[in-house]
């Protein structure tokens, strides 16, 4: 594990690096583009990669993975791995089924973190999005007791929810932290590009950093988990930098004003369903 990553103890007694490298890949992103921003990942310093069975990226990362540790860069246990159960394998006897696709497009024998990805439940079956007739989504009945991954960026902050994740001993990973990719499938065209808000940018342009920079350290000081993107090598490059400032008090109290309670990825797919959680204010 790189000396130079921040590390977060979970509950059960391990670590989790506190910066981590995403790995969804929009509609509109080329096939080849995700195994090239991960190599590159790797080779930069991130050592904490998240994915998902349905972003279709897991065998990505699993050959980046294997290549890094053939070339003598890292070994397995230096790399944190997270991925996540999908919403049509949400029943109790569908989960080992899942993990093992999992597992077999990854090529590894293990994930270092397994995860529900939304926890409103779809119908089971091939179909990773399925819907009726009428294109309305076929929802499914599970009993979800936790789930443990939440949106979570400058616009929100998610307070309420950090302060009972840490009053019960629960990490909190940040996801969209850098205001998403904007893919057409999920988020709204005319929502606000997170990176070129003024007070952001001010913020950045003191510290002598960038706005994304500025975003992460934000997340980092709160004690949340973020994960970051990006299919460019300098940005990847930059986004490491993190752990080698600090922003004061007084500029994380005008970070905190930022907060609007917008959410980038409102999960369409599951609106209607009872225990759809993405309106409800923690």
């Keep these: 594990m790189s000396s130079k990553q921040q590390l977060v103890k979970l509950n059960d007694g391990h670590y989790i690096p506190a910066l981590g490298f995403g790995t969804y890949k929009p509609e509109e992103v080329p096939e080849n583009k995700p195994l090239e921003a991960i190599n590159l990942a790797i080779q930069a310093g991130f050592r904490h990669i998240d994915t998902a069975y349905v972003y279709q990226t897991e065998k990505d990362v699993g050959q980046a993975i294997r290549s890094k540790i053939a070339a003598g860069l890292v070994k397995r246990e230096d790399i944190f791995v997270t991925t996540k159960l999908w919403r049509t394998f949400l029943r109790p006897e569908l989960v080992q089924s899942n993990l093992e696709k999992s597992l077999k497009n990854l090529q590894l024998d293990y994930v270092d973190l397994y995860i529900i ?6 119908k089971p079956g091939e179909d990773l999005f399925p819907v009726d007739e009428h294109g309305k989504p ?3 009945t599970v009993d979800i007791c936790a789930t443990w991954e939440v949106e979570c960026h400058l616009y929100l902050n998610q307070s309420k929810l950090l302060n009972y994740c840490m009053s019960k001993d629960i990490v909190l990973v940040a996801y969209c932290a850098l205001g998403s990719q904007r893919p057409k499938r999920w988020v ?13 940018c001010e ?6 950093r960038s706005p994304a920079q500025i975003s992460l350290r934000y997340h980092l000081q709160r004690g949340i988990v973020v994960l970051a ?3 460019k090598e300098n940005e990847i490059k930059e986004n490491l930098q993190v752990f080698e400032f600090e922003l004061p008090s007084e500029d994380m109290k005008i970070l905190d004003g930022m907060n609007r309670n917008l959410r980038y990825a409102p999960d369409p797919f599951g609106e209607g369903h009872p225990e759809h959680p993405f309106s409800d204010e923690f």
């Design 229 to 231: 993107q990006s299919y």
């Design 203 to 208: 913020v950045a342009k003191k510290h002598k």
């Design 117 to 122: 990805h939304y926890p409103v439940p779809m």
């Design 188 to 200: 709204d065209p005319n929502s606000p590009v997170l990176l070129n808000d003024p007070v952001l």
């Design 138 to 140: 076929l929802l499914d």
